[in-house]
C-alpha cells in the first residue's frame, strides 16, 4: 500500500525527534537531512552510468547499513560513504556533511552508535524507496526535505531558525518577481545571494516554464552544504552553490566585477550589524554604493539591497524581503530609499504579517525590484497584507488564500480599499520618500462607533444600518421588513427582537439569494466532478490542484456577500488534509479501494517494539463511513436508533442514581452501584415490608439495566455485521464505484458542506449584526438614570430599616 504523502513526512519527523534527545536542534538536522540526502541519491543513482550524481562503490547508503552496530560506525561513515561520495562529485564537498564520529555532539561510545543505528534504521523503511521518485514539481522526497527543515526551524529557537525561509512567502516571491511570465530558457539565470538551505531559490525556479541556472551564496559553511543537497534533490545538480559571505566576498562574478543576472530573490540577515565585516564600502570595487550611499555601520539591510541592484541585468527583475524599517527609517536610509525611488528601481513594495519569519517577530516586507523600463515608472505599486494569515503555535502563518489574494493584487494591479493601490511618485515625493505602508494605505478595520444621540434618544443609527449595504443590494426589500424610520437619521426595528432571525431568513429575497447560491454551487460540482473522475494513474497532485482551485476562483469572482478568497481557502485547505494524500493515491496504484488492518504499536520501557494490538482495518481512499453512507445505509441508520436509545437508557440509568445516591438516599447501604451489589441487596430485602421504596428503587435500576445491557448487545451485534459487510464489500467496488465514493460522496460532498456552512456564517453574521444594534440603542439614557436612581432609594430604603442611616 502507497503510504500517505503526510504520513511519510510526519512520521520520519516523529522518529528523528525521538532520537534527538538533548542535541541543539539546528545542529541535529544537519545529521537528519544528510542522511536524507545519501538515502535518495542511493536509491536513484547508485549503479546508473552518466548519472548527475556518482555513487562510488562501497559508498551509498546500503553500505551504511552494513554498518549498523559496529564500536566504529561514525569513523566509517566519514571514510567509507561521505569521502568518496564527496570526491567523486565535484559539487559536492565533504565540509557539507557534519561529522558523523563528533563526541561532543552524538555522544560517545554506546550512545553514539545507537543513534547513528537507530538513525539509520529510520531511513530503512520501505516507504521511503526514492527510486520511483519523480522530480516534477509532485516532489516527495524535496518536499520532505522541506518539511523537516521546517520543523528544524520551528525547533532551533530564535538566531539559529534563519537558513530556512517560510515556504508560503517564497511562493509569493517566486510569483511577483514575473519569471513565468518570462520567455525563460537554459541561460536565464537566477541567483539568491543569503541562499540559506536553498529552498526560496527552488520555488522560483519551478516557477519558470522552463529549466533555469540556479546560482546561490550561502556564509554558513553547513547550511550551504544543505543547501547543495537540496538542489540535487530537486533534481537541479548543476545548480552553483557557493559559501562564504556575499557582501565582503562574492563568489559568483564576471572577471573582477560581480556576475549580473536575470532574476534575484533574497532573505537576508535583518539589520545586520556585522554588514560591513571584511568590507571597505568607500572603496567597493565592485560599485555597489555608488549614487546611492552607503547603509549606517549598525543597518545592513540597504547594503544587501544595493547588492542586489548592482547584481541585476538592466532587463533584470528582483524580490527581497527586508524588515518595514527600511521603509522610513531617515538619515543615509533616507538618501538611499531616495535614489532608488528616483531612478525608479522600487516597483513594489507588499508589507506581510508579523512573527511570519523564525528566527524574529518584527513585520517584514518585500521590496520588488525591477531594472526594465526603470526611467519610465511612475509610481509603486503597494500593497498592506498584514492583517491576513492565521495562528500556527508560536508563528503566524500565510494561508493559500492570503498568497492569492496578495498575487492577485500585485499583478493585475487591483485598486482595493485598505489593502493595495498604485502610489504615484508625485505623493511619495509630498511625503518626503517615506515609504511607511499606512501612509499610503488605511489597513485598519472601521471602528464600531457609538453614537451619543442614539443612546440619549433612542433609535438605530442610519449610518450602521447603510454600513450592512452589501445585503441590502443584495436583498432591497429586506431592510424595509426589519427597519422603520423614527426620526431623520435613526430607525427603529420593526419586529421583535426573537424574530430577527427568521424575518431574515424566511424573506423571499433572501431564500432566492440563498437558493441561487446553492444552484451556483452545484454548477461547479457537476464541472468539477466530470474531470475528476477523468483522472488516471500517474496524475501529477499539483496540476490537479491548480486547475480545480482556479477553476473555483473564477467561478465564485464577483459573487455578493460572499468572498472568492474564502471559498478557495475551504478547497485549498481540504486539499492539504485529505485530498492531496487521496491524489497521490491515485497516481501511485490507480482508482483502488484497498483495506489494510490498522496495527498499533507500543513500546516497552527499553524504547523498542513490545505489544502490537489489532486495532481493526482502514481504507484511506474510500473510508468506511463514505462506503457505508451510499450502500449500508439502512443499517447504519438501525445502529444510529440504538445508539440513541442506549444513550437515552444511560441517561435513565445516571438519573436514577442520582436521585438515590447520598448518606440519606436509598442506595446508600451500596458501597458501588452495580448488577452484583443490587442483585445482592434485594436478596436480602426480601419480605422486609419496611424497605418496600428501597426494593422498588432497586428493582426499576435492574430493569434499567437489563435494557441498558440487551441494547449494548443488539448494538455490538449490528456494528460487527455492518463491519464484515462492510469488509467483504470493497473487493467487489467497480471503478466507477471508487470514482463515485471518492468524487461525489468524499471530495465535492465536503466542499457543499463547506460551502454551506459559509453561507450560513453571512447569513449569521446580519443577524448577530442587527441584534447588537438593538440591544445597543434599546434603553435609552434617561431610563438608565432613572433605574439607577429608583434601585438607589430602594437601596437607602433598606438600610434605614435596618437602622443604618447617614
Same mark, same amino acid.
Given at each position: 500500500?502507497?503510504?500517505?504523502?503526510?504520513?511519510?513526512?510526519?512520521?520520519l519527523?516523529?522518529?528523528?525527534?525521538?532520537?534527538?534527545? $538533548?542535541?541543539?536542534?539546528?545542529?541535529?538536522?544537519?545529521?537528519?537531512?544528510?542522511?536524507?540526502?545519501i538515502?535518495?541519491?542511493?536509491?536513484?543513482?547508485?549503479?546508473?552510468a552518466?548519472?548527475?550524481?556518482?555513487?562510488p562503490?562501497?559508498?551509498?547508503?546500503?553500505?551504511?547499513?552494513?554498518?549498523?552496530?559496529?564500536?566504529?560506525?561514525?569513523?566509517?561513515? %566519514?571514510?567509507?560513504?561521505?569521502?568518496?561520495?564527496a570526491?567523486?562529485?565535484?559539487?559536492?564537498?565533504?565540509?557539507?556533511?557534519?561529522?558523523?564520529?563528533?563526541?561532543?555532539?552524538?555522544?560517545?561510545?554506546?550512545?553514539?552508535? +545507537?543513534?547513528?543505528?537507530?538513525?539509520?534504521?529510520?531511513?530503512?523503511?520501505?516507504?521511503?524507496?526514492?527510486?520511483? /521518485?519523480?522530480a516534477?514539481?509532485?516532489?516527495?522526497l $524535496?518536499?520532505?526535505?522541506?518539511?523537516?527543515?521546517?520543523?528544524?526551524a520551528?525547533?532551533?529557537?530564535?538566531?539559529?531558525?534563519?537558513?530556512?525561509?517560510?515556504?508560503?512567502?517564497?511562493?509569493?516571491?517566486?510569483?511577483?518577481?514575473?519569471?513565468? #511570465?518570462?520567455?525563460?530558457?537554459?541561460?536565464?539565470?537566477?541567483?539568491?545571494? !543569503?541562499?540559506?538551505?536553498?529552498?526560496?531559490l527552488?520555488?522560483?525556479?519551478?516557477?519558470?516554464?522552463?529549466?533555469? !541556472?540556479?546560482?546561490?551564496?550561502?556564509?554558513?559553511?553547513?547550511t550551504?552544504?544543505?543547501?547543495?543537497? %537540496?538542489m540535487i534533490?530537486?533534481? /537541479?545538480?548543476?545548480?552553483l552553490?557557493?559559501?562564504? %559571505?556575499?557582501?565582503?566576498?562574492?563568489?559568483h562574478?564576471?572577471?573582477?566585477?560581480?556576475?549580473?543576472?536575470?532574476?534575484?530573490?533574497?532573505?537576508?540577515?535583518?539589520?545586520?550589524?556585522?554588514?560591513? !565585516?571584511?568590507?571597505?564600502?568607500?572603496?567597493?570595487?565592485?560599485?555597489?554604493?555608488?549614487?546611492?550611499g552607503?547603509?549606517?555601520?549598525?543597518?545592513?539591510?540597504?547594503?544587501?539591497?544595493?547588492?542586489?541592484?548592482?547584481?541585476l541585468?538592466?532587463?533584470?527583475a528582483?524580490?527581497?524581503?527586508?524588515p518595514?524599517?527600511?521603509?522610513?527609517?531617515?538619515?543615509?536610509?533616507?538618501?538611499?530609499?531616495r535614489?532608488?525611488?528616483?531612478?525608479?528601481?522600487?516597483? *513594489?513594495?507588499?508589507?506581510?504579517?508579523?512573527?511570519?519569519?523564525?528566527?524574529?517577530?518584527?513585520?517584514?516586507?518585500?521590496?520588488?525590484v525591477?531594472?526594465?523600463?526603470a526611467?519610465?515608472?511612475?509610481?509603486?505599486?503597494?500593497?498592506?497584507?498584514s492583517?491576513?494569515?492565521?495562528?500556527?503555535g508560536?508563528?503566524?502563518?500565510?494561508?493559500?488564500?492570503?498568497?492569492?489574494?496578495?498575487?492577485?493584487?500585485?499583478t493585475?494591479?487591483?485598486d482595493?480599499?485598505?489593502y493595495?493601490?498604485?502610489?504615484?511618485?508625485?505623493?511619495? #515625493?509630498?511625503?518626503?520618500?517615506?515609504?511607511?505602508?499606512?501612509?499610503?494605505?488605511?489597513?485598519?478595520?472601521?471602528?464600531?462607533r457609538?453614537?451619543i +444621540?442614539?443612546?440619549?434618544?433612542?433609535?438605530?443609527?442610519?449610518?450602521?444600518?447603510? *454600513?450592512l449595504?452589501?445585503?441590502?443590494?443584495?436583498?432591497?426589500?429586506?431592510?424595509?421588513?426589519?427597519? &422603520?424610520?423614527?426620526?431623520?437619521?435613526y430607525?427603529?426595528?420593526?419586529?421583535?427582537?426573537?424574530?430577527?432571525?427568521?424575518?431574515?431568513?424566511?424573506?423571499?429575497?433572501?431564500?432566492?439569494? !440563498?437558493?441561487?447560491?446553492?444552484?451556483?454551487?452545484?454548477?461547479?460540482r457537476?464541472?468539477?466532478?466530470?474531470?475528476l473522475?477523468?483522472?488516471?494513474?500517474?496524475?501529477?497532485?499539483a496540476?490537479?490542484?491548480?486547475?480545480?482551485?482556479?477553476?473555483?476562483?473564477?467561478?465564485?469572482?464577483?459573487?455578493?456577500?460572499?468572498?472568492?478568497?474564502?471559498?478557495?481557502?475551504?478547497?485549498?485547505?481540504?486539499?492539504?488534509?485529505?485530498?492531496?494524500?487521496?491524489?497521490?493515491?491515485? *497516481?501511485?496504484?490507480?482508482?483502488?479501494?484497498?483495506?489494510?488492518?490498522?496495527? #498499533?504499536?507500543?513500546k516497552?520501557?527499553?524504547?523498542?517494539?513490545?505489544?502490537?494490538?489489532?486495532?481493526?482495518?482502514?481504507?484511506?481512499?474510500?473510508?468506511?463511513?463514505?462506503?457505508?453512507?451510499?450502500?449500508?445505509?439502512?443499517?447504519?441508520?438501525?445502529?444510529?436508533?440504538l445508539?440513541?436509545?442506549?444513550?437515552?437508557?444511560?441517561?435513565a440509568?445516571?438519573?436514577?442514581?442520582?436521585?438515590?445516591?447520598?448518606?440519606?438516599?436509598?442506595?446508600?447501604?451500596?458501597?458501588?452501584? /452495580?448488577?452484583?451489589?443490587?442483585?445482592?441487596?434485594?436478596?436480602?430485602?426480601?419480605?422486609d415490608? &419496611?424497605?418496600?421504596?428501597?426494593?422498588?428503587?432497586?428493582?426499576?435500576?435492574?430493569?434499567?439495566?437489563t435494557?441498558?445491557?440487551e441494547?449494548?448487545?443488539?448494538?455490538?451485534?449490528?456494528?460487527?455485521?455492518?463491519?464484515?459487510?462492510?469488509?467483504?464489500?470493497y473487493?467487489?467496488?467497480?471503478?466507477?464505484?471508487?470514482?463515485?465514493l471518492?468524487?461525489?460522496?468524499?471530495?465535492?460532498?465536503?466542499?457543499?458542506?463547506?460551502?454551506?456552512? +459559509?453561507?450560513?456564517r453571512?447569513s449569521?453574521?446580519?443577524?448577530?449584526r442587527?441584534?447588537i444594534?438593538?440591544?445597543?440603542?434599546?434603553?435609552?439614557?434617561? #431610563?438608565?438614570?432613572? /433605574?439607577?436612581?429608583?434601585?438607589?432609594?430602594?437601596?437607602?430604603?433598606?438600610?434605614?430599616?435596618?437602622?443604618?442611616?447617614?
Open positions: 500500500m502507497a503510504l500517505k504523502k503526510s504520513q511519510l513526512y510526519s512520521s519527523w516523529q522518529s528523528c525527534d525521538e532520537l534527538r534527545g $538533548g542535541m541543539d536542534a539546528s545542529q541535529y538536522k544537519d545529521y537528519v537531512l544528510s542522511l536524507l540526502f538515502k535518495y541519491v542511493s536509491d536513484k543513482y547508485a549503479g546508473v552518466y548519472a548527475p550524481i556518482n555513487i562503490e562501497g559508498a551509498s547508503f546500503k553500505d551504511m547499513v552494513a554498518l549498523k552496530g559496529k564500536t566504529d560506525i561514525g569513523d566509517q561513515i %566519514n571514510k567509507k560513504v561521505i569521502a568518496p561520495l570526491a567523486a562529485n565535484q559539487q559536492l564537498s565533504q565540509a557539507d556533511f557534519p561529522d558523523f564520529n563528533s563526541e561532543v555532539k552524538l555522544g560517545d561510545g554506546k550512545e553514539k552508535v +545507537e543513534r547513528l543505528t537507530n538513525l539509520i534504521a529510520i531511513f530503512e523503511s520501505p516507504s521511503l524507496d526514492f527510486s520511483k /521518485n519523480r516534477d514539481g509532485d516532489d516527495i $524535496g518536499d520532505a526535505y522541506e518539511y523537516l527543515m521546517r520543523h528544524f520551528t525547533e532551533s529557537g530564535k538566531s539559529k531558525g534563519q537558513f530556512y525561509t517560510p515556504a508560503e512567502v517564497s511562493r509569493i516571491m517566486a510569483k511577483v518577481v514575473g519569471i513565468r #511570465e518570462a520567455k525563460t530558457s537554459a541561460s536565464t539565470t537566477v541567483y539568491d545571494p !543569503t541562499c540559506g538551505s536553498g529552498s526560496l527552488l520555488k522560483v525556479s519551478d516557477e519558470a516554464t522552463t529549466k533555469v !541556472t540556479i546560482y546561490g551564496q550561502e556564509k554558513d559553511a553547513a550551504s552544504g544543505l543547501a547543495r543537497m %537540496n534533490l530537486h533534481d /537541479n545538480p548543476a545548480a552553490i557557493e559559501q562564504g %559571505n556575499t557582501l565582503a566576498d562574492p563568489k562574478k564576471d572577471g573582477d566585477v560581480v556576475k549580473t543576472f536575470d532574476f534575484i530573490v533574497a532573505n537576508p540577515p535583518f539589520s545586520d550589524k556585522r554588514w560591513s !565585516t571584511g568590507l571597505d564600502p568607500a572603496n567597493d570595487k565592485h560599485d555597489r554604493f555608488a549614487g546611492f552607503i547603509p549606517p555601520n549598525k543597518q545592513g539591510d540597504y547594503a544587501y539591497l544595493l547588492h542586489i541592484v548592482r547584481s541585468k538592466s532587463t533584470g528582483g524580490a527581497c524581503i527586508l518595514h524599517g527600511v521603509l522610513f527609517r531617515g538619515n543615509t536610509e533616507a538618501d538611499i530609499r535614489a532608488l525611488v528616483r531612478k525608479g528601481y522600487i516597483k *513594489a513594495i507588499i508589507g506581510l504579517p508579523a512573527n511570519l519569519f523564525y528566527g524574529t517577530g518584527i513585520p517584514a516586507c518585500i521590496v520588488v525591477d531594472k526594465k523600463d526611467q519610465a515608472r511612475k509610481g509603486i505599486f503597494m500593497v498592506d497584507a492583517q491576513g494569515f492565521i495562528k500556527d508560536p508563528k503566524n502563518r500565510l494561508r493559500a488564500q492570503d498568497i492569492h489574494k496578495i498575487v492577485d493584487a500585485y493585475k494591479s487591483h482595493i480599499a485598505g493595495s493601490r498604485m502610489v504615484p511618485v508625485a505623493e511619495i #515625493e509630498k511625503n518626503e520618500f517615506n515609504l511607511n505602508l499606512p501612509r499610503y494605505i488605511d489597513s485598519q478595520k472601521a471602528e464600531d457609538q453614537d +444621540e442614539g443612546h440619549l434618544r433612542g433609535g438605530i443609527p442610519q449610518a450602521d444600518i447603510d *454600513a449595504k452589501a445585503y441590502w443590494d443584495v436583498c432591497p426589500r429586506l431592510k424595509a421588513a426589519l427597519f &422603520e424610520t423614527v426620526r431623520p437619521g430607525v427603529g426595528l420593526k419586529v421583535e427582537k426573537a424574530k430577527i432571525k427568521t424575518t431574515i431568513y424566511d424573506h423571499p429575497q433572501f431564500v432566492t439569494f !440563498t437558493s441561487s447560491m446553492a444552484d451556483h454551487f452545484e454548477t461547479w457537476k464541472m468539477s466532478a466530470g474531470s473522475k477523468a483522472l488516471k494513474q500517474g496524475l501529477h497532485p496540476e490537479v490542484i491548480e486547475e480545480l482551485s482556479e477553476g473555483l476562483l473564477t467561478h465564485y469572482a464577483g459573487k455578493p456577500l460572499i468572498d472568492k478568497y474564502d471559498v478557495y481557502q475551504h478547497l485549498m485547505g481540504y486539499w492539504s488534509a485529505v485530498m492531496q494524500d487521496d491524489c497521490y493515491l491515485i *497516481a501511485a496504484d490507480g482508482w483502488k479501494a484497498e483495506t489494510y488492518r490498522v496495527i #498499533e504499536t507500543k516497552g520501557k527499553d524504547g523498542k517494539p513490545d505489544k502490537h494490538t489489532d486495532k481493526g482495518w482502514a481504507c484511506d481512499l474510500v473510508p468506511k463511513t463514505v462506503l457505508v453512507s451510499r450502500f449500508f445505509a439502512k443499517e447504519k441508520a438501525e445502529i444510529d436508533r445508539n440513541a436509545e442506549l444513550e437515552a437508557a444511560d441517561a440509568l445516571l438519573e436514577l442514581e442520582e436521585e438515590h445516591s447520598g448518606d440519606e438516599g436509598l442506595f446508600a447501604e451500596l458501597d458501588k452501584v /452495580n448488577k452484583a451489589n443490587v442483585a445482592a441487596r434485594l436478596k436480602e430485602l426480601k419480605g415490608k &419496611e424497605a418496600v421504596e428501597e426494593a422498588a428503587a432497586l428493582s426499576k435500576w435492574m430493569e434499567f439495566s435494557v441498558q445491557a441494547l449494548k448487545r443488539q448494538l455490538k451485534d449490528a456494528e460487527v455485521a455492518l463491519d464484515t459487510q462492510a469488509l467483504e464489500k473487493p467487489k467496488l467497480t471503478e466507477a464505484d471508487v470514482k463515485a471518492v468524487v461525489d460522496d468524499k471530495w465535492l460532498a465536503h466542499m457543499d458542506r463547506e460551502i454551506h456552512s +459559509e453561507m450560513s453571512i449569521q453574521a446580519l443577524t448577530q442587527v441584534k444594534l438593538k440591544e445597543r440603542y434599546e434603553v435609552r439614557m434617561p #431610563e438608565l438614570v432613572a /433605574n439607577v436612581s429608583s434601585l438607589e432609594a430602594k437601596v437607602e430604603g433598606h438600610l434605614k430599616r435596618m437602622g443604618f442611616a447617614w
